[in-house]
């Protein structure tokens, strides 16, 4: 049996509903964190790539929670529990459960709701556990992402640069990728490089600016650096397939042309960018 869930179960989250009602259909206890007793599914959701905002701790002085945003596998499931289960009880035994399979508690306290709420994680293992009263019945639904960059599985290819270069003058290259902190390309990138290649050969006659771009992490000057190099490096590996020279430009603007709010993951990633410009 998991050792986690072992551990779990020793602390009063037992793995068997206790009560009459049936769980809802092909609904089942995560493998991370077991019911309380006396408590069934009422709904339960999976998805292999998600976001969820976990709360970490009360913002006094703005007077709302701070939040932590983690992508991976998610999982939602929600349960309802006898009468003789209060949120408290509930919260506690979650907490409980938590700490002795060695997860750090972020938060614990009052949720959105004013009821008892958790948060805790493992490394990217991140778990939430909110409590409210469904019309008298003690409820709670528990929330776990793994933590997981998402697999790229759409990718634009020549014709679609081709539309956002002739709509605004320039377009967004989001899968051509490097070694971190390096100009290295990555193996995964050819096949959108190839796609950039036969968009040039396509359109023989225009003449494009390769733009670099960071995000804000590290020194200004270093990501100018970094930039430039990595603008390069796209410039070279398309002279190298069949594109001349004098119609590529290279130029690195490390983090000036930010796309989106450099505070979180996801617009960092948005800054981190190739852009192709007609000159």
Sequence with gaps: MNRLLVLLAAAAMVAAPLVAAEDAERCKDSTVLSRMSSCNITECEKKDFDAFDFRTAWDEQVGDYKTKTVEGAKEVITYECAETNSLLQIARNAEAALKRAAFT????????????????????LWVHVETWNNGGTPSYTQTIVRAKEMEQSMEAGADEFERQINATGRAAIYGILFDTGKATI????????????????KNSAWKIEIGGHTDNVGAKDAN????????EAVKSWLVGHGIAAPRLTARGFGDTQPVAGNTSDEGRSKNRRVELVKL
């Design 105 to 124: 508690v972020v938060y614990s306290g009052k949720g959105g709701n004013d009821q008892p709420m958790v948060t805790a994680h493992k490394g990217g």
């Design 186 to 201: 990555t193996a995964s990138s050819e096949a959108t490089l190839a796609e950039v290649a036969k968009l040039l050969q």
């Design 224 to 231: 100018a650096k970094l930039s430039q190099a990595r603008a």
